[in-house]
């Protein structure tokens, strides 16, 4: 198939892009990395009368330590991620997740922010960002707004951005030596969409004792999925065969697995379990 036909517009700044967006309504789409966006136009499960291009607008892209803060552009790219030696170093959970996105031809081009925006509920940047509690800076006309990453993921494909408003950056605070993180994801094949996976983050103490524990899932519903039973099973408590198996009880409670044309509901629970006990044993190695 080949995409419908469309208007096509570099925008040089934000105005420019709030311009067209206001004049051109629903009909115009943003276009940055592009590696969803023009999978839907030739499949013709979208037909915007004008696409706008913003991969040349300067204030979205980079990468940028503050303080603790560690700033990201919508425009930073998954290969931008994992190479970065500063996410590495104040958010190893995001290097960790990197490597499982797709294939190094997409991780290229494919954008931070365009993959936060679409909302799949089988990526991963979403998961990670709801454990790392990030802020979303969202800008419009009216200003800039933020929006936590737990509020910003509404349902299948829906998130908190509102009409002629773009997400801009990221803002998330640096993990310290004391924290440890660890990314699982189980797919048919290397590179496919995950059928199930996890992002996990915690405290751990000199006594190997778990602290603000944080475990959210990819692959297993609409959204992103904060396994808020689960984490209370382990919270102050030290990683063993018990805990585990604590833990993978309590996600009966945190779950409802959707099926799909890989895995039923039931199969996907018991990989949840299965990758919760390997995610855990990283945080405590």
């Known amino acids: 198939m080949k995409a419908p036909p469309f208007a096509y517009v570099r925008a040089r700044s934000l105005g420019e892009v709030f311009d067209l967006l206001e004049h051109h309504g629903e009909s115009a789409r943003l276009l940055a990395g592009g590696q969803s966006l023009l999978a839907s136009l030739n499949m013709r499960l979208a037909a915007p009368e004008l696409l706008i291009d913003i991969t040349h607008i300067a204030e979205l892209s980079g990468i940028e330590v503050r303080g603790r803060k560690i700033r990201i552009g919508a425009l930073a790219t998954h290969a931008e991620i994992q190479r970065s030696a500063e996410i590495a170093r104040h958010l190893p959970l995001l290097s960790q997740a990197a490597p499982h ?133 382990l919270e102050g408590k030290r990683v063993s065969a018990d805990t585990i198996a604590a833990a993978g009880e309590a996600l009966g409670q945190d779950l409802e697995p959707s099926a799909d044309l890989h895995a039923a509901a039931s199969t996907k629970l018991h990989l949840a379990r299965v990758i919760t006990g390997r995610a855990l044993t990283a945080l405590a190695a």
């Open 101 to 233: 996105i797709a294939h190094v031809a997409i991780r290229n081009v494919g954008t931070f922010g365009g993959s936060l925006a679409h909302a799949d509920p089988a990526a991963e940047w979403p998961a990670c960002c709801v454990v790392l509690d990030a802020q979303f800076v969202l800008r419009s006309r009216a200003g800039t707004r933020r929006v936590a990453a737990r509020e910003f993921f509404q349902g299948l494909y829906a998130t908190a951005l509102r009409p002629n408003e773009i997400l801009a950056q990221v803002e998330v605070a640096a993990t310290g030596t004391n924290w440890r993180s660890a990314f699982v994801e189980l797919s048919r094949r290397r590179g496919d969409y995950a059928t199930v996976g996890v992002a996990a983050l915690a405290r751990k103490s000199a006594r190997g004792v778990l602290s603000d524990l944080r475990v959210a899932f990819l692959g297993v519903g609409p959204a992103p999925a904060l396994a808020r039973a689960s984490m209370a099973a």
